[in-house]
Nanobody
Framework: QVQLVESGGGLVQPGGSLRLSCAVSGSTTRFYAMNWYRQAPGKQRELVSTITSSGSTNYADSVKGRFTISRDNAKNTVHLQMSSLNSEDTAVYYC???????????WGQGTQVTVSS
């Protein structure tokens, strides 16, 4: 059974940085496009960033230049480095793995990121 476990969330001051990690077990990340989503209170879940199995990356306009997604297939881990954080980044961040080949999609339980002074 594939499981995704996020870590690294917490409380950070505006302008600060956090690094989120997503550890995948039960499969290997190299077969999946890995995504980070976030959901703020009262808002719909939104796609923040994607890294494909070939390493191509995409970012939401709101985080371009501030967030960096990376993957370590040897460790079955995906990271989201977040910098210059502001209150608009406050949300629960979810890791997602999606494979068109397997027709499968998996979600982590989420990790809270709160940006506040």
């Amino acid at each position: 059974q594939v499981q995704l476990v996020e870590s690294g969330g917490g409380l950070v001051q505006p302008g600060g940085s956090l690094r989120l990690s997503c550890a995948v077990s039960g499969s290997t990340t190299r077969f999946y496009a890995m995504n980070w989503y976030r959901q703020a209170p009262g808002k719909q879940r939104e796609l923040v960033s994607t890294i494909t199995s070939s390493g191509s990356t995409n970012y939401a306009d709101s985080v371009k230049g501030r967030f960096t997604i990376s993957r370590d297939n040897a460790k079955n881990t995906v990271h989201l480095q977040m910098s210059s954080l502001n209150s608009e980044d406050t949300a629960v961040y979810y890791c997602n793995a999606r494979s068109a080949v397997f027709g499968a999609e998996y979600w982590g339980q989420g990790t809270q990121v709160t940006v506040s002074s």
